[in-house]
């Protein structure tokens, strides 16, 4: 894992009317502007996100791509109006950079509550979903990333 | 394991399109999009859709004029309205033209997703309740037969278990009660059901010509039999010989049918070989066979070798409760016949059709729906389209002896299915004088009927 420097926004993601950022558009960058030899690119930005259809998101992924993207905005605890709170923060950011990787490895949304992949459409899905991927999505990820060891899983 | 959720989205904004459908696709569903109303209609019969998002301001056809389109194709489909200008106006009438919700653009995404877990959760309920109420069906139901009447549903459980040995059945019931389809199903039912069944209805023949019917005739067995010809008990060997209105056939045929039963053998009309019979005799009347043995009318041996099994059919105003069912399985079958797309009957028709007496059984009740079915101009059958005679129960206040006298007549001409025969034989009047009252009060046969 490499960490790099500071990548530009680029100025047409800016939705004036929503005081918002295309996260489509600067996903698009983000993966133009990857190292060639980039498994995964993941990005993290302070702007608030949108796409056209949704009013905001948390973050997005290419499925079975390499980009992902993770909004802070949302995920701090001043954007609710409480105190900072970096344990959460740090829970939330985890939680919600894990589940866009996910989608890159092809994983869709989980309907298991508890599941990293588990689809969060408020701050309280993200706290209320666990750590780590359920059974069966962990399973779909290991086939993308270790295809001999399913096998061994399934037993067949 | 759950069949995938297909959802077809349309929207002219590419920008829309794609994101609404990326967004779906990571939620696990399938998704097609399409920029336009053209597109949308050439992919929409390729699939089931569970869901339609459709946009309301696209150019050439609007969602409104699509989603309309989609409801002619699919009554039920299931369209959401999204739109970017939330007016009352357009949200009311995309509501009122039959949209599942309207949502305005862009979405909350918690909005969006509960609308379409609700949705599918609908689907998934009302897949259910089809499923179930056929599997209920099923159990109503014996062939050509449906009822939830206990008497009946213990006759369709007799029949099952009858219809596998060789015995001869006696099926008694007023006309219309559908004993013929009765013995239809016992046919169907037995191991016989690949060979042919074969009906009789001895009342609408003369004894000589019964007797031919029956038996068949050799050549030159009598002036006009210029060729051999196999009667029905030897076309149905192997299979089953309905003898419909066994009740009216004449004391000499009574005597060579319980010959035939006894002995299992006949010989053709001016033949002399002995042929075996190997077919399973159903017999049916809408007689009080007893009182026709009382009164010297009918043989008590061969009542005894028919009614080995016996089966009393109820006529329709005791079991009240089938009127419904009924309705409903004659209006799916025209529903195809006549190419309609009648949904029901209206409150108001469903209680005159409960309140009706019904002489002429389930038969006259398909009659009734299939002359409202033509007649309706609406997809709900209404009080106006049912047209029932005058019932029994209908008082004869101010009314003529004439009057009285048509109404009767046309009633038992109904219940014997305009057998003249049979109709004048109830009346006590011979059949000229049926004829002639027939002509004198106009008296008209319906269509169907």
């Not at chain 1, 996260?23 to 796409?51: H, M, Q, W």
């Not at chain 1, 509550?113 to 309280?124: F, P, R």
């Not at chain 2, 739109?83 to 106006?89: G, I, L, P, Q, S």
């Not at chain 2, 050799?218 to 051999?228: I, Q």
């Amino acid at each position: 894992m490499k960490t790099a420097g500071d990548v530009p926004i680029p100025d047409h993601s800016f939705e004036a009317e929503r005081n918002q950022y295309h996260s489509t558009k600067i996903l698009k960058e983000l993966v133009r502007g990857a190292p060639p030899d980039s498994l995964k690119v993941l990005g993290v930005i302070e702007k608030d996100l949108c796409i056209p259809i949704l009013t905001f998101v948390y973050g997005e992924a290419q499925l079975n791509g390499i980009g992902a993207l993770v909004s802070l905005a949302r995920l701090r605890q001043e954007f609710y109006g409480a105190q900072p709170d970096d344990d959460i923060f740090r829970e939330r950011l985890h939680k919600e950079a894990l589940h866009e990787l996910g989608h890159t490895f092809g994983l869709i949304h989980c309907s298991l509550v508890e599941c990293l992949m588990y689809l969060s459409n408020t701050i309280l899905d993200v706290d209320r979903k666990g750590r780590a991927f359920c059974r069966h999505c962990q399973r779909a990820l290991n086939s993308k990333i270790e295809p001999g060891r399913v096998s061994k899983w399934t037993g067949r | 394991m759950d069949r995938k959720v297909n959802i077809l989205v349309v929207d002219d904004e590419e920008i829309v399109r794609d994101s609404l459908s990326s967004w779906l696709i990571d939620d696990g569903y399938e998704v097609a999009a399409a920029e336009n109303g053209t597109k949308a209609l050439e992919i929409f019969p390729s699939r089931e859709w569970d869901l339609c998002l459709v946009d309301l301001k696209m150019p050439g056809i609007d969602g409104i004029q699509l989603m309309e389109e989609f409801k002619r194709q699919v009554p039920d489909q299931l369209v959401i309205i999204m739109t970017a200008f939330a007016t009352v106006d357009t949200a009311v009438k995309a509501m009122k033209e039959g949209a599942y919700d309207y949502m305005v653009k862009p979405f909350n995404p918690e909005d969006l997703s509960i609308t379409i877990r609700k949705i599918i959760e609908h689907q998934k309920l009302v897949r259910e309740n089809i499923f179930l109420r056929k599997e209920l069906k099923k159990q109503y139901r014996l062939h050509d037969m449906i009822s939830k009447n206990h008497k009946i549903l213990e006759i369709f459980d007799l029949v099952r278990t009858v219809a596998k040995s060789n015995s001869t059945v006696l099926i008694q019931g007023e006309s219309g009660t559908g004993k013929e389809l009765l013995a239809r199903a016992i046919h169907e039912e037995s191991l016989r059901r690949e060979a042919p069944f074969i009906s009789v209805s001895c009342a609408s023949l003369t004894e000589t010509l019964l007797e031919s019917e029956l038996f068949g005739y050799e050549k030159g067995a009598f002036t006009g039999a210029d060729s051999l010809k196999r009667g029905k008990l030897e076309l149905a060997q192997d299979g089953t010989l309905f003898l419909d209105e066994i009740g009216d056939i004449s004391l000499k045929l009574q005597m060579d049918l319980l010959r035939v039963l006894e002995q299992k053998e006949f010989r053709r009309v001016g033949g002399s070989g002995l042929i075996t019979i190997t077919s399973r005799i159903l017999a049916a009347t809408n007689r009080d066979l007893k009182k026709a043995i009382e009164e010297g009318k009918f043989r008590n041996d061969l009542f005894y070798r028919l009614n080995v099994i016996s089966i009393h059919l109820p006529p329709l105003r005791e079991r009240k409760e089938d009127v419904p069912l009924l309705v409903e399985h004659f209006i799916d079958r025209f529903n195809i016949e006549m190419d309609k797309k009648v949904e029901g009957v209206s409150d108001g028709a469903m209680r005159v059709l409960m309140e009706h007496d019904w002489p002429g059984n389930a038969r006259e009740l398909r009659n009734v729906i299939e002359r409202a079915m033509v007649v309706a101009k609406d997809t709900r059958i209404s009080e106006a389209d049912i047209s029932l005679p005058a019932s029994r129960k209908e008082g004869t206040n101010g009314k003529s002896l004439g009057d009285i006298e048509k109404d009767h007549i046309l009633r038992i001409l109904v219940e014997n299915r305009w057998n003249i025969i049979r109709s004048a034989q109830v009346l006590g009047i011979d059949r000229v004088t049926l004829y002639n009252k027939i002509k004198k009060y106009e008296l008209k046969k319906e269509v169907g009927a």
